[in-house]
């Protein structure tokens, strides 16, 4: 009788489980695509305040793009580091402990004393950022299969408003208040959110079968059998290091004659990169009507003349914002097609093809920080320029090469490939 009553309770667990997973409901999905904007911003709020973090420790502007550089380092680390365990544990708890992990690093860079401090506390600041495309893959998870576009589309959207806004908000508090107050303030929110998702999310039972070791030993099988992972790869890390290379070092020449502008209005141009939130749905639009490779080498080009124009006309303001649009508007167009790419070439392994590109895609943000810092410091904006000029051209030159032909790898075990899965 014991036996029984224990079967039927696991069975009762099991349907409870199911149908709560299919259910997602609006205010769910709208407060999940928030909370993954607010989640995402932390990793953006040093961009307009890194000439005010240079001058509070005494450190050149190359030093200071570090803080940049380790933070979305950070969060590429966390992506290919942690972000697997989300198939091996519950969601819910998993994301809590995230949430509270992005607060206390967004304290620490708060309170750092020193610049080694702060360094050390970016990087968990990235860490701690994960918690957005995991949110992405949760919500995923608990739509039903006709209703995942909507659920995926709906965070993607918070995900753009949270990187476009934080910039702004960023510059306009460190501008009245400080940098620090910045993120004293947005550890706030994190601790929010961590109860907030506790109470609306629902548990999730982990895949008993799953091991670590198996996944990661898969990703790299993937990187090795497929060409067209390679290539988004790739192309997605270069664009996003030329993306990145401009925005860590716009703050230093709207500080330079002839502007002499503070943080407050390198962060008003993130305003008028919203326009990069269109393009990515037109992208997304045109991607699964004619070939995506092709869209992308449009992207790349529109990336490549919005270098050329920062390189003629930096000096004009009419310039800057021209070139902030098209830079925008291609690498966010870009990505969405490598996104369209690989989903539709690996629709068996989309979960471990986008944390591959993710991972690379943020590496690559996190080179273009140093390169651009670097560029900065020692050849001024027009060494900037030509950093992501070349950056450009790589992307460029990858996307025209023809793709080798996949590999076809034999599974042994297929119920292990399915659980990796």
Known sequence: MAITEQVG???RAIADQQAEKAILTRWRLWTMAASAGIVIANINYAQPLLADMARSFLVSAEKIGWVAMLTQTGFASGMLLVAPFGDATDRRRMLTAICVLGAAALL???????????????????????????L???????????E?????GAIMGGLLIGILLARTLSGYVGQQLGWRAMYWIASVPMLLLAIVLRLLLPR?????????????????ELIVDQPVLRDTALTGAMLFGAF??????????????????????AGLFGLVGVTSALAASV??????????????????????????????FSSYLWGIIVAVILLDAGVQGGSTCNHARYYRALPEAQ?????????????????????GAHAWQHFGYTGVCFTGMALVAIAGIKSLLPLAPARVREVADKSTAQTLE
Not at 204 to 220: D, E, F, I, K
Not at 351 to 370: E, H, K, M, P
């Open 244 to 265: 990145h290379a401009f925005w860590t070092t716009l703050v230093f020449r709207l500080e330079s004659p002839p502007y002499h502008y503070g943080s407050q209005a």
């Open 108 to 134: 620490g860079v708060a309170m750092a004393p020193s610049f080694v401090v702060i360094a050390v506390a970016g990087f968990a600041v990235g860490v701690g950022s994960i918690a957005a495309p995991l």
């Open 148 to 152: 995942q576009g909507r659920a995926v």
């Open 9 to 11: 309770t696991a069975v």
């Open 204 to 220: 999730t039972q982990p895949r008993a079968r799953l091991r670590y070791r198996q996944l990661m030993v898969s990703l790299g």
């Open 136 to 146: 992405m893959a949760f919500a995923a998870y608990l739509a039903r299969p006709e």
């Open 351 to 371: 979960n471990r093809a986008a944390t591959i590109y993710l991972v690379s895609f943020f590496f690559g943000g996190s080179a273009g920080t140093a390169l």
């Open 283 to 312: 992208a997304g639009h045109w991607a699964d009507r004619r070939d995506a490779r092709e869209l992308l080498r449009f992207m790349i080009l529109i990336s490549l003349v919005a270098y050329v124009l920062l390189w003629l």
